[in-house]
């Protein structure tokens, strides 16, 4: 079982940047984690994911070019750095994990099991 844990959300202006902390309590070397989003009256909607090693990395078309997924194995924990922010993107953000046996076991559209509590972003 990993427990996974948000940070970093808050509110920001239009253009603004925000960085998205996940912290796992195990280590990242065997699962994938994705950030996820959720805004009101909407679906769950995948961001972005990265392999176990963080050698490859999946993205919404909604924010290729303006956010980035990181992963620090020593901290067992995943970055979600967000920049070019638009009101769009307000949305309660989570992350969830997911053992790896394939790199392709990391898209966005795969179930993940282990999920996080979440953080809120508001751009305004």
């Known amino acids: 079982h990993v427990q996974l844990v948000e940070s970093g959300g808050g509110s920001v202006q239009a253009g603004g940047s925000l960085r998205l902390s996940c912290t796992a309590s195990a280590s990242l070397s065997l699962v994938c984690v994705g950030w996820f989003r959720q805004a009101p009256g909407k679906g769950r909607e995948g961001v972005a994911s990265i392999s176990a090693g963080g050698s490859t990395s999946y993205y919404a078309d909604t924010v290729k070019g303006r956010f980035t997924i990181v992963g620090d194995n020593g901290k067992s924990t995943v970055y979600l750095e967000m920049s070019s922010l638009e009101p769009e993107d307000t949305a309660l953000y989570y992350c969830?994990?997911?053992?790896?046996?394939?790199?392709?076991?990391?898209?966005?559209?795969?179930?993940?099991?282990?999920w996080g509590q979440g953080t809120q972003v508001t751009v305004s």
């Open positions: 969830g994990a997911r053992l790896m046996s394939r790199v392709w076991d990391c898209k966005l559209d795969m179930e993940y099991n282990y």
